[in-house]
């Protein structure tokens, strides 16, 4: 048996749209991993998938932001779609931003073709903030070093004083 959502469930987006009106777009950002438990997969399966994202769309969120620890494989064992197309394929008016280790320009063309309108980049983005001259160029970002991290996240000097090398 598929997952079940209730309208109930979904209420909660026509509440907030509701509130801020167009000034905001109000989306989801949904993924199959948790905090705790980073290779969960939805137990259903693409059923799952398929009620899950129909449900995001029938509650008219702006945009689904889907994430993967790498965003072009697979979604479920034996099949061939990963989570963006599963969203792009069951909610296909709704924006779709994907995300999942996407900072190489062949990721990120995967994930455009997948079927997601936006590439959202996070350790990608944190090593390289020239991550659009670096794909405009060719050249291979630089690797995440979570040190940027240490002791706690907050703006390091470095990268206030960051300077393109182009
Ligand atoms: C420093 C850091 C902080 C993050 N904080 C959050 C967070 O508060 N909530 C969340 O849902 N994801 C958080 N993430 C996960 C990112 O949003 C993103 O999904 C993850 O890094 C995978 O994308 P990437 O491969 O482009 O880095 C964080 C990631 C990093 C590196």
């Known amino acids: ?33 948790k905090v705790n438990d980073f290779k969960n997969k939805w137990p259903g399966g693409e059923a799952d998938a398929q009620v899950i994202f129909r449900a995001l769309a029938k509650a008219e969120v702006d945009f689904i932001h889907v994430t993967e620890f790498e965003a072009w494989q ?27 280790s996407l900072h190489k320009l062949e990721r990120a063309i995967d994930a455009l073709d997948s079927g997601a309108d936006f590439v959202f980049l996070g350790r990608g983005a944190l090593s390289n903030p020239d991550l659009p001259a670096i794909f405009a160029a060719k050249r291979m970002p630089r690797e995440f070093d979570d040190a940027i991290l240490k002791p706690i996240a907050d703006i390091k000097a470095s990268e206030l004083e960051f300077q393109p090398t182009d």
């Open 1 to 33: 048996m598929p997952v079940e959502i209730t309208d109930a469930e979904i209420e909660v987006v026509t509440v907030v749209k509701k509130k801020v009106g167009h000034k905001v777009p109000v989306g989801v950002r949904i993924s199959q991993g």
């Open 74 to 100: 697979p979604a479920f064992e034996g099949g061939q779609d990963n989570l963006i197309a599963l969203a792009r394929k069951y909610a296909p008016g709704i924006r779709i931003i994907g995300n999942g």
